[in-house]
DNA sequence: GCCGTTTTCGGCCCGACTGTTTTCAGTCG
């Protein structure tokens, strides 16, 4: 992750949360590499995740405020201040310039932490990944005392296949794998259970790798068969009780497995994430218990681990919600009794951004109404492109116009089922909208969405989207950051600014729940939450299947802190009108 | 570098696996 590029010297020298999370990362790569305390190196590192995982911009807090963070003390607020403002900081400067930046790609090698690295720079000058890859070849790396011939042939591997490397899998490309994983395991002779966790449990919009977790009625040998499966290409270890592989995919899999009785605290233990664990095993130290992966121990005493419960309990908390543990606040909140009660699918009344034939989708408009019924909903809204979308074949005045009659005659037509009528109508590059009033009052709610010049800078980004919910007929902000994952980068928006005029003007911010864009993300939920604003969970479906998108987008909610009280379609037809009319009369 | 109903110093999460060793350090999750 931290890469001395992804601090490259922006337009202006101000930073966003995650270059400066980027930079303190590298700072802490470059002072473990220089032998520093290893627990100064950890301050670093968890001032870099409490910077990245904010929901406020850093850049307009002050210094007092950064120092209040958990982590973060008057030195490293410090630091933080200089990095927003100037783009840099003296020590990172100074680090820099004593060690070439380029040396924490090495960091990325399997297999090379920051001691091995150190010794490869002392005994062989090596900084780079090129330098490195040569002396490999040439046969030297063995020479340097700690590595040997397999080490070496291994860093040998790892530089030829760097590409390869550092990949994440979307959720909906990594559910499916562990789905199949799982069932194979649940075939092996003595396998009990086997269930998935990490950050695939966790529901994160990207999964770096799988942690399945086994438990076992008898001795068996389970690991081999995992590790010699087809589908697997290399071998990464494989003892008794863990097995590491990397598919042929590319996907990095980590099976483990514990006895029965040590279910619950093995779930939790590999659920993660990492932060929350190592705060939740402080909280167990305070109370002079040891919890690990086989249970939670006072001395040599289990007291609890067969449950995730049985864990939480064990420090005076109520079980919390895989999605939660992110050391956000979740421990804190679980203290004092204040742990959302979370919203799940079951909540949502209706989907509010969904296409047909007309414009890019694939079914027609009864094919989605029977789809939407299917699953449960009571309305839709379908929400076709405007007309500058013409890739998409977007509807212009007269076309919705029409729509807007079919839909009328269909309506007639249903019971316990209504189809709203709107528009994903294009925000011109001028905040303008891409129909004229005359048209879009005819409508239930006006969803507005970027869909060109993804690169304007931050103000006039900004402006652009302010712009478009001045305009009386908009209703909601569809995928408001425009991200695609591994495609395209969010648009360079001031969010929070976004999201306070929306609640002025009584709009409303989507959750997009396609499985590319996930936008909003989980930290954005919780701010809009904090701002008083109504996320609206939508599939931006194209066809019926993808209505099912919307698990995708309720696992981020999730992550995101919302109650159902906090998003817009979980809300019966009668109580949606008049929050949409109250949009429609400002 | 941070932090504190065991406070201003002395702590800071825990275990499996690997390779290079000959009892263990380093890495990883």
Redesign the pocket.
């Known amino acids: 992750m931290p890469t001395a590029n992804a601090v490259a010297p922006p337009r202006r020298q101000a930073l966003v949360n995650a270059q400066i999370a980027a930079a303190l990362d590298e700072m802490a790569d470059l002072l473990e590499i220089g032998g520093a305390?290893p627990?100064?190196v950890?301050?670093?590192r968890n001032?870099a995740r409490t910077v990245g995982s904010l929901s406020a911009s850093v850049h307009a807090m002050p210094e007092a405020e950064l120092d209040d963070?958990?982590?973060?003390?008057?030195?490293?607020?410090g630091k933080i201040r200089q990095l927003a403002t100037t783009g840099t900081c003296d020590?990172l400067a100074q680090l820099r310039k004593e060690a070439s930046p380029a040396i924490t790609e090495l960091?990325k090698?399997?297999?090379?932490?920051?001691?091995?690295?150190a010794a490869l720079r002392k005994a062989l000058d090596i900084t780079t990944m090129d330098q490195l890859q040569r002396a490999a070849k040439d046969g030297r790396i063995?020479s340097v005392?700690?590595?040997?011939?397999?080490?070496?042939k291994?860093i040998l591997q790892a530089t030829a296949a760097r590409v390869d490397q550092a990949r994440r899998f979307k959720l909906a490309d990594a559910a499916p794998v562990a789905d199949a994983l799982l069932a194979g395991l649940r075939a092996v002779p003595g396998v009990d259970q086997a269930v998935a966790a990490?950050s695939l449990r966790r529901r994160r919009d990207t999964v770096g790798?799988l942690?399945l977790l086994v438990t076992v009625r008898h001795d068996n040998d389970v690991v081999a068969q995992f590790v010699s499966q087809p589908g697997v290409r290399q071998v990464l270890?494989?003892?008794?009780?863990?097995g590491?592989v990397i598919l042929d995919s590319g996907m990095?899999v980590?099976l483990r497995v514990v006895p029965r009785e040590s279910f619950g605290a093995a779930l939790q233990y590999?659920t993660g994430s990492?932060a929350h664990?190592?705060a939740l095993?402080?909280l167990?130290?305070?109370r002079g218990l040891?919890?690990?992966?086989?249970g939670v121990f006072r001395d040599s005493q289990r007291i609890a681990g067969a449950t995730e419960a049985s864990v939480y309990r064990s420090v005076g908390l109520p079980y919390i919600e895989p999605e939660l543990r992110e050391d956000r606040g979740e421990l804190d909140a679980a203290r004092e009794r204040r742990l959302p009660r979370l919203l799940e699918l079951a909540d949502l009344r209706g989907d509010l951004h969904v296409h047909t034939k007309e414009s890019d989708g694939r079914d027609t408009l009864q094919r989605m109404v029977e789809a939407a019924r299917e699953r449960g909903l009571k309305y839709i809204a379908i929400t076709e492109h405007s007309k500058r979308l013409t890739v998409a074949r977007g509807l212009d005045a007269k076309r919705l116009a029409q729509q807007i009659d079919e839909i009328d005659r269909l309506n007639a037509t249903l019971d316990g089922f209504t189809v709203l009528k709107g528009i994903e109508v294009d925000i011109l590059e001028d905040g303008k909208l891409d129909l004229p009033d005359t048209v879009l009052r005819r409508l239930d709610l006006v969803v507005g969405a970027i869909h060109h010049r993804f690169d304007l800078p931050r103000d006039k980004q900004t402006e652009r989207l302010l712009r478009a919910m001045d305009n009386k007929h908009f209703s909601l902000l569809a995928h408001p950051t425009g991200r695609l994952i591994d495609q395209r980068a969010p648009c360079d928006i001031d969010l929070q600014r976004v999201v306070r005029h929306a609640r002025e003007r009584g709009c409303f911010i989507e959750l997009n729940s396609q499985p590319d864009r996930l936008d909003l993300i989980d930290t954005a939920c919780q701010m809009a939450k904090a701002e008083g604003v109504l996320v609206s969970v939508d599939t931006d479906a194209h066809s019926g299947p993808e209505l099912d998108f919307v698990r995708f987008g309720v696992g981020q909610a999730r992550r995101g802190w919302l109650q159902k009280a906090d998003v817009l379609n979980t809300r019966e037809l009668h109580e949606l009108r008049p929050l949409l009319a109250r949009t429609m009369q400002v």
């Open positions: 305390n627990f100064r950890r301050a670093y001032a963070l958990p982590g973060i003390g008057a030195d490293l607020a020590l960091l090698i399997p297999g090379l932490g920051p001691h091995r690295v063995r005392r700690g590595f040997g011939e397999k080490l070496e291994e990490g790798d942690d270890a494989h003892g008794h009780t863990r590491s990095q980590d590999f990492k664990n190592i095993r402080r167990g130290q305070e040891k919890i690990n992966e086989y």
